[in-house]
């Protein structure tokens, strides 16, 4: 059985009066692809931010990689973060005039590689979503679908990392994905969609959150949650056992670690 990625043991959050999350228990291991669906306020959303190591729970225990984070110092955790976890989100976050080649390239500048490699690595991330006809464009001149690719390009990149075997593409292990269609049209998200089962089908550990049932329904593993509760896991995990080769999406216009790590990157 492969090794758990998350584990969540009874974690609680409050904020305040308000309990976003209590007693939960989920274990997502690596090569898996699940969502996590709910509606508005059912804490789905604090769920992705204490499994992406973006807050820290107020109860229980959070181990990312098997790092348990109340172990860590918060440069040991953002250390962590940056090397384990990519994100994407509904709002795509690219700025204005910033070409999807340097919006890529950007999420290496603490990687400590220079320009040209940063750049070089970043146009085969863009490329392998289908994007290597878009390499120059600003985000006005992309459709939301090819916003939300750009993004999802900069998630899975990651800094090269010297004995991660099951990361042969340097990429991210666990991707975190926060209504990934929810600002698209059907035909974008579809391709959204198609673009994730293929980096799971890649390897990497995929994890949807979302309030749409028929997303959720179609992903190997769903977990439900309400008022802050898991009240459903069908537990059908699909686990990862090979990694194929990367594949090349066409785009929408042409129908195209351990603790050495957290060492590492801490210095």
């Not at 040991?76 to 976050?93: D, E, K, S």
């Not at 900069?154 to 991210?172: F, K, W």
């Not at 990497?204 to 028929?214: A, F």
Request: hydrophobic letters at 40%; glycine letters at 12%.
């Amino acid at each position: 059985m492969p090794p758990p990625v998350v584990e969540l043991e009874q974690v609680s959050k409050t904020y305040g009066d308000v309990a976003a999350l209590a007693g939960a228990g989920l274990v997502v291991r690596r090569g898996e692809m699940l969502a996590i669906v709910g509606p508005s306020g059912s804490g789905k959303s604090t769920m992705l931010n204490i499994m992406g190591t973006l807050d820290r729970p107020s109860a229980g225990t959070v181990r990312v990689d098997g790092h348990a984070i109340d172990a860590l110092s918060d440069r040991q955790l953002a250390a962590l973060r940056a090397r384990t976890i990519g994100f994407v989100f509904q709002a795509f976050h690219l700025a204005a005039g910033v070409p999807a080649l340097d919006a890529v390239a950007d999420g290496l500048l603490y990687s400590g590689l220079p320009r040209g490699e940063r750049r070089r690595l970043a146009e085969r991330a863009l490329r392998r979503v289908g994007l290597g006809a878009r390499l120059h464009n600003e985000p006005h001149q992309l459709s939301g679908g090819e916003k939300q690719r750009v993004a999802i390009a900069r998630a899975v990149l990651g800094a090269p990392s010297p004995g991660s075997a099951s990361r042969g593409d340097g990429g991210p292990l666990l991707l975190l994905a926060d209504e990934p269609t929810g600002a698209l049209d059907s035909r974008s998200g579809e391709v959204v969609m198609d673009l994730l089962h293929e980096l799971h089908r890649a390897g990497t550990t995929v994890v949807v959150i979302t309030h749409d049932r028929d997303i959720a329904a179609s992903l190997p593993r769903e977990v439900r949650i309400k008022d802050g509760r898991i009240e459903h896991d069908s537990g059908t995990a699909e686990p990862f056992t090979g990694r194929a080769a990367p594949h090349t999406f066409a785009t929408e216009h042409e129908h195209e670690h351990d603790a050495a790590v957290v060492e590492r990157v801490s210095r």
